[in-house]
């Protein structure tokens, strides 16, 4: 069996193959949940500044107009915009990218690449709720 570092390695050139392979894809993704990672898709398209100000700015003007339950959902998505983009620049993510935080194998998910769309969704079929 692999490691994890060589899953990871064939993971992030499969993003970049000029052929891309969805059975190898499965492949590496099963063989890091036998490695014990559980797949976490975070959507970098989502997840940014951008939504971040949108959120911190959407939730003052909820609480404002008394609208608490959409000001609660406006907190947890500027927590979790705040999460993401820490994890993004702890592990200096430029471009879609696994990597392993713990016990999560991470895909960064910027949807510009060549084959990053195709591998996004089958990861999706694969993610985690952590």
């Known amino acids: 069996m692999k490691d994890k570092q060589q899953i990871i390695t064939e993971l992030n050139n499969l993003l970049t193959s000029k052929t891309f392979n969805e059975e190898l894809l499965r492949e ?51 927590i979790d915009c705040r999460k993401y983009i820490e994890l993004r620049e702890k592990h200096n993510v430029e471009k879609s990218t696994f990597c392993i935080e713990g016990d999560l194998l991470l895909f960064f998910y910027y949807g510009v690449g060549v084959n990053d769309e195709k591998v996004r969704e089958v990861v999706k079929s694969f993610t985690c709720k952590k």
């Open 28 to 78: 590496l993704l099963n063989q890091s949940a036998e490695a014990g990672l559980e797949v976490k898709l975070i959507d970098l398209t989502f997840y940014n500044e951008e939504k971040l100000l949108y959120a911190e700015k959407e939730k003052r003007i909820c609480i404002k107009s008394g609208l608490y339950e959409r000001a609660a959902v406006m907190r947890d998505q500027e």
